[in-house]
């Protein structure tokens, strides 16, 4: 059955409508994502040469194995996240090491004054292309992200009238849900944007697309984020290094960044 963009749109109704806290939901938007929506998007390229960071909030330890800063190999530990289901590794990074760490800090997103933490931050560097799926569309991202924006207007100024609405439309709602700010116990709102990884994962172009690219919520959308699927951080990265960064907020308005080690990766077991 062919899908157009209205009718489209009206499946979109469907999923706002959709009960994410019931156990059934997620199957119910899979469902919905795969026979009655089009997802647009755009194709965006990290190049080799490049570098992705990927941060971890030190529980009263250093971490001392390469498995620490990458993809979670203990799939029964793993929650839904906003690009992975239950039990489902995904590689989240960023291109910007700032992103990553206020991606993660609970400090200087709650701002708690006076308090200390310590993050530790992998870089790894892109020793072979990769294709990500750019889910860009979110208005105040737009506002504040100008590399955003640009990709965001050479793609949907290919379009004219009604055709053109109806992906700005759909980029602003698909965008919207890998953007919304989810607490601890309301995790089975990140159903929506996880039906939508997959989805795309499913239907890959060619073998170099390997995630997706999406706001950034915590550095108050200035950035983005990247999602990858497990193989493309075994066959496209390599670790380079690994620091630990510690964080502190002195006053309500600014926080410091203060790197307090950095080691090679041969320091790793």
Known sequence: MDIDYKSSLEAIQKLKRINCSLDTSYREIINIINKEIIIPYFILTIHEGEYLFRGRINNNCSYAHKADVS???????????????????????????????????????????????????????????????????????????????????????????????????????????????VNKNQQYEYNISCGIFNHLMLIREDATIGGILYPSVQWGKKDVNIALIPEFVDNNLILESVGEFEIEIFDDKNGTIKQTKICDIRSFK
Request: charged residues 25%; without cysteine.
């Open 71 to 181: 993809y979670n190999l203990n799939l029964d530990s793993i929650e839904i996240g906003r690009a992975n289901y239950y039990r489902q590794s995904v590689f989240y990074a960023s291109r910007n090491p700032e992103t990553a760490i206020f991606e993660l800090s609970y400090i200087a997103n709650d701002v708690k004054i006076g308090e200390k933490e310590t993050i530790t931050l992998g870089k790894w560097y892109v020793n072979k292309e990769i294709n990500v799926y750019a889910i860009i569309g979110d208005s105040e991202q737009l506002r504040k992200d100008k590399k955003s924006l640009e990709y965001y207007n050479q793609f949907v100024n290919k379009f004219t009238g009604h055709e053109r609405q109806y992906i700005i439309e759909h980029l602003k709602y698909f965008s919207s849900e890998f953007a919304k700010n």
